[in-house]
Every structure is written in C-alpha cells, then in structure tokens.
C-alpha cells in the first residue's frame, strides 16, 4: 500500500480483514494524509477534512467502529454575508440577494443539476454531452447560459472551497460529475442534511490514528516510495529511498497528481503518465481563532458566514460549547493567503473574522492556520481540481488496474469523491479487486 491517508488505511485494514499480508508506506511522518488534527485553546481542531453528512455512510460506519462519535455542527441563529462592501443576515444556504439576483440562483442552479442528469458518474467520458462539457470550464458554462454576477460569484466561491480553484480551472464535466457524486448540490453544500452536518469533537485524524494502532507495525512512516518495478515473475519490488519490500501487488493510494512522484518499470502507457499530469490537486488553507466565549451566539449568530471579499471567504462555528472557548474556523482564499508571512495571514484573517462577527474578534486568545498548497511532502487538497479536457482523454485510466497495480484515493471514487467518504469507498474498492486478483492467480498456480 502506497500512502496511509483515509483510502490506504481502509484498504489495508479491509485487506487484513480479508486474511492478507500488507505493509502500508506512508511518506510522511503521520497518517492521515489530507486530515490532520492539531489543537488550538487545548480545543482538537482539523486543518483539513472536517465535516460529515448523511449518505456519507461508509466514513461514518468506519468512525462508529473505531469509537470516534461525531457531534452536529452549530447552526442556530442567524448566518452572515459580506456582500459588495455591506455585511447582511440570512438563515439558508443560499444567502439575501435581490428577488432578480435570487431568481437567478434558481435558475443556474436547475441549469446545472439538469446537466448532472444526463453524466454518469463512473463513466463520464461516455456520455454524448461529455465532450462538450468537458471543452469548457465551469466559468465559460456559467457565462454561455448568462448566470449573473451575483450567480457567478456564488459559484467562484463554492469551487474555492470544493476544488481549491477559480471556476476558470475546473472543467464543466468534473464540475457536474462531482457535484452528482455527492448527492446534487444542497447535498454538497449544505450544513442540516448536507455535508457539513456534523463533525468529531476529537477530529478526523483520529480515525487514521485508530486505524494505524490496529495495523500496528505493518504502517512505515517516513517511507516515500519513488519505484515500482515488475519483475519477470510478476512480483512487484517497491521502492522508497533505500528500502525494499516484494509484493504481490500494490495499491497507489495517493492523490493522482501525487503519482508522478513514482517511477513505474516497466514504464506505463502514456495515459496513465499524462493523467498525473491533467489532475492538479487546488490549493486550500484554513485558519482559526479562538476566543473565550463563542461571543457572536449570545449575538444570535450561528458562526456561518460568506464573504466575496478574501481571504477568509466561508466560516463555520467549532466551539465545544455555549461556555467557551469559542473558535472560529475560516476557509481562506489559498491564492492571497499562502504567500503572506505568517504575521500577515494572522492579521488578515482576524480582519475578515472582525468584518464578521465585530471588532471583538480581533482579540482572539489563540490562533492557528494551515496552508496545504505549501505543504513540503504530497501538497495540495482539498481535492482534485480537474481542468477541461482530461476526464474525456485520460478519465478511462484513472483507476484501472495495470500490472498488478491498482489505485485508490478519493479521486477515484464514484461516490463522494473528493470527500473522507469517497476515501474510503475507494480503499474498499481497491482491496476487494486486489483480494479478487490474488484469489484468481492462486487458484490457476501464479503468485498470490
Ligand atoms: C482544507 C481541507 C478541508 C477538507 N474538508 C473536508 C471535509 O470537511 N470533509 C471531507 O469529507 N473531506 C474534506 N477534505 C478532503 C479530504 O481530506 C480528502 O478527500 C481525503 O482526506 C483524501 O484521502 P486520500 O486517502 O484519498 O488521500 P490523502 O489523504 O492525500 O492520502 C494520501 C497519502 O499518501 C501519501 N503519499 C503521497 N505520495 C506518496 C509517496 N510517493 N510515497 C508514500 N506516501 C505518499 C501522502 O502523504 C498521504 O498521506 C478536506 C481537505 C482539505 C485539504
């Protein structure tokens, strides 16, 4: 197994479930992969993946039998929006805009779920639609069927926080494909009944860190694998740094883009090389501040807001109670954020929590940010941000099995994707087609 975030740990722990010998090679120095945990105000908080939902039941099933409980996101009170220099409340998702703007909205938003009608998810190349959607970004679809500038910005915000990207990097096929993997739209974005409805008080980390005691000395740490190499009797030789380990098959479980990093001998076809190159994970970063009291509920406020003004653009309330201390978590644009010195992200975020919540926010008694698209090993997240023109060239070779190599990640999912639960739907994926492989070639007398 190549990497330990949520899709190797799953398939591991499926394979060793299965009776399988497996060794899982992690670069880092901590499983978990694009979930970590970190602490602010002796308070857990995750620097990347969060949040849970309904449907999301392979993820959740994992966590109820690893013991890790999930607690539902604060929602009461009124939401926040900074819209064109003014900040307004709102109670949906879908924040006070003018009836003309509002009507707008509804009209790209059936627009778009119309389109995910007609692309399959695990074949989207295939459909009739699927070359002249994936000829276009999500922005030049947006612009064809005349969404407004108030539409439009909604949109550029929501692929922010999905992809990590403007809605100028991300194809139209990808765009509705993913959307339609998770469920549709309200599915996606929303907080009650959508993938933001809850959450773990300890983190998410914890599920890799539960999962990593049970494989015990079977995870290496620190292993980054540069080589796989098939011998002649079909065995496989992994290599990382001066390490070796021979195997019957693997399973790559990194972010697509994150293969390029490996050498394959023999080398494999062009597809699957260029695909590497047509998956770019986007760019996303987080920061937090906590305070003694979740100040803005005695407000009335839920602690959800949006904002078309960086670089905190989403924020949601983590506090783990009424009684403090209260954190605010805020996305932050990757594009303005990354390259400030941490001074400087400190005090532009604070600024963006004060536009908010009120000048109190500009005291906070702890704070914290995270930059995964400058992390130094395998960075980038929250998740492939798929530019026009590779699912419908390079989409049929995103997971199919090569050599007796398979992939996994969250990426390859159907279901989910991009999400903890399209990780592990992904690793369970993979560990039943390597089960069934090994199962086949003992059966006719080859390795296995
Ligand atoms: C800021 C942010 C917020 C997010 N919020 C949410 C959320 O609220 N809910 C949700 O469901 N999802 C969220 N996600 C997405 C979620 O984190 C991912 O979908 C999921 O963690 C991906 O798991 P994975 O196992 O597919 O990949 P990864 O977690 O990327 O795991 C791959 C592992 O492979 C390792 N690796 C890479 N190359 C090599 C190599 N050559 N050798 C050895 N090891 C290697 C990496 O270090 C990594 O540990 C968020 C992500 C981010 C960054």
């Not at 308070?43 to 949040?51: H, K, M, N, P, Y």
């Not at 999930?70 to 929602?75: A, E, G, I, K, N």
């Not at 199919?400 to 991009?418: F, K, L, M, Q, S």
Request: with cysteine; net charge neutral.
């Amino acid at each position: 197994m190549v990497g330990a975030g949520f899709a190797g740990l799953a398939a591991a722990r499926e394979l060793v479930r299965r009776g399988r010998d497996v060794v899982v090679l992690e670069g880092r120095d901590r499983v978990g992969g694009r979930s970590a945990t970190a602490t602010i105000a002796g308070v857990r908080v995750d620097l990347g993946a969060t949040f849970v939902g309904p449907t999301q039941d392979a993820v959740i099933a994992l966590a109820a039998e690893l013991g890790c409980p999930t607690v539902p996101t604060y929602s009461h009170g009124k939401n926040l929006i900074r819209w064109r220099g003014k900040v307004r409340t709102y109670r949906s998702t879908i924040p006070k805009l003018s009836i003309l703007e509002l009507l707008d909205v509804s009209r790209i938003q059936w627009r778009f779920e119309r389109v995910c009608r007609r692309v399959p998810v695990e074949d989207p190349w295939s459909a009739p639609i699927a070359d002249a959607l994936d000829a276009v970004s999500l922005e030049q679809w947006l612009r064809s069927v005349r969404a407004g500038a108030a539409t439009r910005e909604l949109m550029a915000i929501m692929s922010r926080v999905t992809w990590g990207c403007e809605p100028d990097a991300v194809s139209m096929l990808h765009a509705v494909r993913y959307v339609k993997a998770a469920g549709g739209l309200a599915r996606m974005l929303d907080v009650k009944g959508g993938a933001q409805q809850d959450r773990f008080p300890g983190g998410t980390q914890q599920i890799a860190l539960r999962i990593a005691e049970e494989l015990g000395e079977r995870v290496l740490l620190g292993a980054v694998v540069d080589t796989v190499e098939r011998r002649d009797d079909g065995r496989l030789v992994v290599g990382f740094g001066t390490g070796r380990v021979e195997v019957d098959a693997v399973i790559v479980a990194v972010a697509p883009q994150h293969r390029q990093a490996i050498t394959f001998r023999p080398e494999l076809d062009s597809q699957y090389r260029e695909l590497t190159r047509h998956w770019p994970l986007g760019r996303l970063s987080k920061a937090y501040a906590a305070y003694d009291k979740p100040f803005w509920r005695t407000a009335g406020y839920s602690g959800e807001a949006l904002s078309d003004e960086g670089p905190v653009f989403i924020t949601f309330d983590v506090s783990p109670s009424d009684d403090g201390p209260g954190i605010l978590l805020g996305f932050t644009d990757a594009r303005t954020f990354d390259r400030l010195p941490p001074q400087q992200r400190r005090a532009r975020a604070l600024d963006g929590f004060a536009t908010l919540f009120g000048a109190a926010a500009l005291e906070p008694i702890d704070y914290l940010d995270h930059c995964w698209g400058t992390e130094g090993f395998a960075p980038g997240g929250p998740t492939a941000a798929v530019p026009p023109r590779s699912w419908t060239r390079y989409g049929p070779w995103l997971r199919r099995p090569v050599n007796g190599i398979h992939w996994a990640g969250t990426e390859t999912a159907d279901v989910w994707t991009g999400f903890l639960d399209g990780a592990v739907r992904s690793g369970l994926r993979a560990a039943a087609e390597v089960d069934r492989e090994l199962s086949a070639r003992s059966s006719s007398g080859g390795p296995g």
